[in-house]
């Protein structure tokens, strides 16, 4: 009996470690009319869309069928939105359903996530290769210098499947549909950011393209933070 009082006052004077909890900050479903650029909206959580590059000058992400994509297809070019607000901590996860995927070799898109500026943030990439593959790539931009070999790979990725994006630290990682495809480590940038949307080319693929193909659906970004100590009492 002694020794049975003795373990469960061990175990009831002791916390399990803290354990990662996600708060939603934004989430748009798209649902509007046709050509609404997604800056004239109101998501469904979260403030507002910022337009923070457009190599064109002329282009946005609109509103398509309940869903975003390009108003325009454009050789050569890079468009960029991101969500407001930004993250109140560094740690934050990106996440939204490929709709529909582009079948071209050079019209890439993909999720930004600590997004600080035009100059610093990280992304995940998709690109076409021979459907249902796709060329899966995480990378960053840091004081304007680009860099896509953190990690990369072939996937079968399909319309409909939800593609998310974390950073937890210096831990990064790329998920599709919950499964772990991508992980890497990176220390780089450690601000706290907004998640957005990245489509057309970037400075290894100064050919690439923004197309409409691309079709996405309910846009999600969490802040993770740490919960309290959780007690087996």
Do not use: H
């Amino acid at each position: 009996m002694r020794r049975f009082l003795l373990v469960l006052v061990l175990i009831t004077n002791n916390a399990l470690s803290a354990l990662p909890a996600e708060t939603l900050i934004f989430r748009d479903e798209f649902t509007g009319s046709n050509g609404t650029d997604l800056v004239s909206r109101s998501p469904n959580t979260g403030t507002s869309w910022s337009e923070v590059i457009d190599s064109t000058g002329s282009l946005n992400i609109q509103i398509e069928s309940n869903q975003a994509r390009a108003s325009a297809n454009s050789s050569n070019d890079t468009m960029v939105y991101v969500a407001n607000p930004a993250s109140s901590v560094a740690d934050m996860r990106v996440a939204a359903t490929m709709a529909a995927l582009a079948t071209g070799n050079d019209a890439p898109a993909g999720l930004v996530f600590r997004y600080v500026d035009n100059d610093n943030f990280y992304a995940c990439m998709l690109q076409t290769t021979t459907a249902p593959e796709r060329i899966a790539w995480l990378d960053k931009r840091v004081g304007g210098v680009y860099d896509d070999s953190i990690d990369g790979g072939l996937f079968n990725i399909s319309a409909n499947d939800v593609v998310s994006c974390a950073v937890v630290g210096t831990s990064l990682e790329m998920r599709v549909n919950g499964d772990l495809i991508l992980s890497a480590t990176d220390s780089d940038l450690s601000s706290a950011g907004k998640g957005g949307i990245y489509m057309g080319d970037y400075p290894t693929c100064t050919t690439c393209d923004i197309v409409t193909n691309w079709l996405l659906d309910d846009f999600e970004v969490y802040e993770i933070t740490a919960d309290a100590e959780r007690r087996i009492w």
